[in-house]
Nanobody, 114 residues
Framework: QVQLVESGGGLVQPGGSLKLSCVAS????????MSWYRQAPGKERELVAS????????NYADSVKGRFTISRDNAKSTVYLQLNSLKFEDTAVYYC???????WGQGTQVTVSS
């Protein structure tokens, strides 16, 4: 069955960086576009970034463009999200997502605080 395991979150000061990882299993990872979402307290889950199956094209939410970078390693069935220049408003639980699968991983908490 499909499984997504996110990691790499933590507590970071404004302006800091983190690199999130999502290890996928249970499906042909290299054939699927993958995405990162986040959900801040009291807010709906929102799309942050997505990447094509080959990694040749990426898209970002306006709020993170120029600060976050999505990438993938198909040999490791892993998708990454590099978070730079973090802001207070980036505080959220971050999830990776496979299309056409209703489930979610456990997510990884990112907290930006001074």
């Amino acid at each position: 069955q499909v499984q997504l395991v996110e990691s790499g979150g933590g507590l970071v000061q404004p302006g800091g960086s983190l690199k999130l990882s999502c290890v996928a299993s249970g499906f042909a990872f290299s054939m699927w576009r993958m995405s990162w979402y986040r959900q801040a307290p009291g807010k709906e889950r929102e799309l942050v970034a997505s990447i094509t199956s080959t990694g040749d094209s990426t898209n970002y939410a306006d709020s993170v463009k120029g600060r976050f970078t999505i990438s993938r390693d198909n040999a490791k069935s892993t998708v990454y999200l590099q978070l730079n220049s973090l802001k207070f408003e980036d505080t959220a639980v971050y999830y990776c997502k496979k299309p056409f699968w209703e489930g979610w991983g456990q997510g990884t908490q990112v907290t930006v605080s001074s």
